[in-house]
């Protein structure tokens, strides 16, 4: 009954993980595999049920010769999910090792006990082979569903290794049908194999929940365009850097950068062109500036950066830099040659400000002020006359 329950849990749970394949292209390797590996240990549980209605080649040599094979592509498939290369080589000549075992073992019922033997060790082996690879993965993947798959695969291995323990130290005992004779060992774990293909279902979609739910999470802050962040994400983790700079020396940054006559670049060689020009752009942001920066897209051709400097003059030298760099830049797109220059304002806390909006508003009419004073310059202070740094006419 135990077994036959398990087979059903198991084709209900290959169900669930072959449908979801389409939800998250990345992870469609892996729940194909997840999920054809469920049906084989299904098909496994069910023949097991169906012993002394089928012939014993079926029911006792094919149902444990597929019960080992499934701990192979338990771990194939947690590989898969783990973004590592399949090992199909390796796993096809352990499972033909696997059959020629079983097949020499035949379908005597004295050797029950060396056919839960392999088994278990399978189980044990892919548990410890896969338990790394999870660990691994901490801090990438949500740690609620990746904690519940460590901790599927540490309970799993356990078991099977305390369930081998105990088959070598006492054997088992079959009654006259075939079957394994009931007792509080075997009770307890064929119910837990029949909990296992659900508690794998779960470990399984739960990780590609979370990716799912991460990805649109990404897709909302980033700009589809030029891969930086897009206005709201920017203003989520700017709150957050400043938040954390509260009592720390040195000061954050923050500028407004507008690319010089972008409209003329729409208007002269098309939007084509300009969606190309702001996405070289943003490549370009991300070339220059240090990885602590948070950069976005904060409309249209304007561009928002927060970075931690020293004070507001290593943040007006790292404006100027940025300047000069955009300045030598081409863009080539197909005949033309399009020569970029930028304006910059800059504010910095404390000294404009500690909170987000006031540093933006800042920096916002400073970039004003830039573009009113020439263009192609950086202006840090409101102070204009002083601080106006005049690049090459575009």
């Known amino acids: 009954t135990l077994f036959f329950i398990g087979a059903i849990n198991a084709f209900i749970c290959a169900l669930m993980m072959i449908g979801s394949r389409r939800l998250h292209p990345p992870s469609r390797p892996a729940l194909l595999w997840a999920g054809t590996t469920t049906i084989t240990l299904g098909a496994a549980m069910a023949l097991v049920a169906s012993r002394g209605h089928l012939p014993d080649t079926i029911s006792i040599l094919l149902a444990n010769t597929l019960a080992s094979i499934g701990a192979l592509g338990i771990y194939q498939s947690f590989r898969l999910l783990c973004l590592r290369k399949p090992r199909h080589l390796p796993i096809a000549l352990v499972a033909l090792v696997i059959v020629t075992a079983h097949a020499s073992l035949g379908t005597s019922y004295d050797n029950h006990e060396a056919r839960i033997a392999i088994t278990c060790m399978m189980q044990f082996a892919m548990a410890a082979l896969t338990l790394p690879m999870l660990l691994r993965r901490r801090g990438i993947d949500a740690p609620m569903p990746l904690n519940w798959s460590i901790c599927v695969m540490s309970t799993f291995g356990t078991l099977n290794l305390l369930r081998l323990a105990a088959v070598i130290r006492q054997g088992v005992a079959v ?175 404390p000294f404009d400000g500690t909170g987000l909006d006031q540093l933006l508003t800042s920096a916002d009419r400073r970039a004003y002020f830039a573009k009113d004073s020439g263009r192609g310059c950086v202006i840090a202070d409101d102070d204009v006359s002083t601080q106006v740094r005049h690049a090459r006419d575009f």
């Open 175 to 349: 009654d006259g049908g075939g079957m394994l004779a009931g007792s509080v060992m075997q009770t307890v774990a064929i119910t837990l194999y029949a909990l296992a293909p659900m508690a794998f279902a779960l470990a399984f979609i739960g990780i590609v929940n979370a990716r799912i739910a991460g990805d649109l999470r990404r897709l909302a802050i980033t700009d589809s365009l030029t891969g930086l962040l897009t206005r709201r994400g920017f203003h989520d983790r700017a709150a957050l850097m400043l938040e954390r700079s509260e009592g720390q020396t040195g000061s954050i940054a923050l500028m407004m950068i507008d690319i010089d006559h972008f409209k003329s670049i729409n208007d002269r060689f098309g939007h084509g062109c300009g969606d190309r020009v702001l996405r070289r752009f943003g490549r370009l942001l991300e070339d220059i500036l240090p990885s602590r920066a948070i950069a976005c897209r904060h409309g249209g051709e304007e561009f928002c950066v927060m970075i931690e400097c020293g004070d507001a003059d290593a943040a007006r030298r790292l404006a100027e830099s940025i300047c000069e760099r955009v300045r030598a830049e081409t863009v080539i797109d197909g005949e033309h040659r399009i020569r970029l220059s930028v304006s910059i304002g800059v504010a910095t806390d």
